[in-house]
């Protein structure tokens, strides 16, 4: 995985998400979750393409389960993009790197 993606936690994700001052895209995720590892590369590209305009950060689901709950996340992956401290978009299921950056660019 990319240096460029970040893993937060339920008692890290007010800080690294929630009050950044970039746009967030969160993927929840979970190690035994086969459409995450596929979608796991086009993080990495996309991490590396929005750096300085755009984090990527990590939320295992198994290990953070109060997160999740917050959102409503009953599937996953399950791809959101905060931006002030608010959902802006939401995507569940992997999906190409052309649908992600088309919902990243509309939402940025």
Request: charged content about 20%.
């Amino acid at each position: 995985m990319s240096q460029l993606i970040a893993h937060t936690s339920d008692d890290t994700f007010d800080a690294d998400v929630l009050q950044s001052s970039e746009p967030v895209l969160v993927d929840f995720w979970a190690e035994w979750c086969g459409p995450c590892k596929m979608i796991a590369p086009v993080l990495d590209e996309l991490a590396a393409s929005y750096e300085g305009r755009m984090k990527v950060v990590k939320v295992n689901i198994d290990h953070n389960q109060k997160t999740p709950r917050s959102y409503n996340v009953r599937g996953i992956p399950t791809l959101m993009i905060f931006k002030n401290g608010k959902v802006e978009a939401t995507q569940i299921g992997a999906v190409s790197k052309t649908q992600l950056t088309q919902l990243i660019e509309r939402t940025i």
